[in-house]
């Protein structure tokens, strides 16, 4: 790691302490000391990683970068490249011209949103609790995530962005800035297939009175104007805002690839097909049916309840869905860790989800099974049960005052 490396590091550990003393939680000395302290070793942390290298950045994410740099960088995006969104594909061509390595640069991007991803779940706890140490232990305790450290500083995944952008966009709905909502939800949705798990649960927003329809055409006019710069350099229009269709084979044809999803629990399958498409099906009738007990007890909505919600989409369509991996739960992972801070009581639900998720991260990164998959899967079974109570809990008029409302 050199200098420039090092100072970017730095400037990226700078903003999380910044945004901390932005938001006025830093004015108690215990407050700024702790904080300074957690946040340097947190990047320290992140310093040491920075290095390793795994078969997805060997295999493709090195690889893109280097068409870009063998292809004019910006120009080459009219090209076909990657099984990725073009808004990625901006920063890897872009990286094409910095001499500094490639791998450093996809993984300083990464830790980037980390700090976002903090932030937004700190403002999103913001609304229920508004003790300065509860607010930093939230910050802090995202960028310390297991899940969150091993996705982009070891791994050089960018589910941080997708995640970061789609809980900013929660927290200015609940705020009542709609647009800038609905511009935060086209950018998550741009960078990344899976915030298809998140979005539904701006359609509970909707029912709350958080938005009218009008608000819901600034989402495909978002996505339309940041892939216009592919299209600029000579992508087909329509094959452009289409990508995800043409994508969703590159997912793979497998019911499971190390996720804890009901096919960890169901491996023995006859008829994949069959079943594949039978867990599509229920994973779209548990969508609904979360949409309509909301849309029945609309006028009971809280933001307890939409956050509730959001859990259930995050734990639900991945764990119904076949075909899934073991980072598809990182947007659940995040939530589950919000309400632990919000009702202590729940810090079981954190563990369970980073149970599962770091199961299946410990198989991509080691290559073999620390313990079966099913473990996770019954872990996210159990946390789905949980997560069902409280949310109906949550539409009743005299719900525990202990929950955030």
Request: some cysteine.
């Amino acid at each position: 790691m050199g200098l420039t490396v090092f100072m970017l590091l730095s400037t990226e550990a700078l903003l999380a302490f910044w945004l901390l003393y932005r938001e006025g939680l830093l004015k108690k000395t215990p407050h700024f000391v702790s904080a300074l302290v957690l946040i340097f070793l947190a990047f320290l942390l992140r310093a040491f990683a920075l290095d390793y290298k795994t078969l997805d950045y060997e295999d493709f994410l090195s690889r893109w970068v280097e068409f870009f740099r063998q292809n004019g960088g910006f120009k080459a995006l009219g090209r076909p490249i990657g099984n990725y969104n073009v808004p990625y594909l901006y920063f890897l061509a872009l990286f094409s011209y910095i001499p500094v390595s490639d791998l450093y640069l996809i993984k300083l991007l990464s830790i980037f949103f980390d700090v976002l991803l903090a932030y937004g779940s700190m403002k999103i706890l913001s609304l229920f609790k508004k003790s300065p140490a509860v607010l930093i232990s939230c910050f802090i305790g995202v960028l310390c995530l297991p899940t969150v450290f091993l996705n982009g500083a070891l791994w050089g995944q960018c589910d941080s962005i997708y995640v970061a952008l789609a809980l900013l966009g929660i927290y200015f709905a609940l705020t009542d800035r709609p647009c800038l909502s609905m511009v935060l939800a086209a950018l998550s949705f741009g960078f990344k297939l899976q915030a298809v798990f998140i979005l539904p649960v701006y359609a509970v927003l909707w029912f709350k009175g958080k938005f009218n329809w009008k608000h819901f055409l600034l989402f495909p006019l978002s996505y339309v104007i940041l892939v216009l710069p592919a299209v600029f350099a000579g992508r087909p229009f329509i094959e452009t805002v289409t990508l995800y269709f043409s994508q969703t084979g590159s997912i793979g044809s497998g019911l499971n690839y190390s996720s804890p999803s009901v096919f960890a629990i169901l491996n023995r399958i006859n008829n994949e097909e069959l079943a594949s498409k039978l867990a599509i099906a229920a994973a779209f009738i548990f969508m609904l049916t979360v949409l309509g007990l909301s849309f029945w007890k609309r006028k009971e909505l809280s933001n307890s309840s939409v956050m509730w919600a959001a859990l259930l989409f995050t734990l639900g369509i991945p764990f119904l869905l076949p075909h899934m991996h073991e980072r598809y739960f990182f947007a659940a992972d995040i939530m589950c860790l919000i309400l632990a801070f919000a009702v202590p009581k729940l810090a079981a639900a954190a563990a369970l989800s980073q149970f599962a998720s770091v199961l299946g991260y410990y198989a991509y990164l080691k290559r073999r099974y620390l313990l079966g998959m099913n473990y996770g899967a019954w872990a996210i079974f159990l946390l789905l049960i949980t997560a069902s109570v409280f949310f109906v809990l949550s539409l009743r008029k005299n719900f525990l005052k202990k929950i955030p409302k």
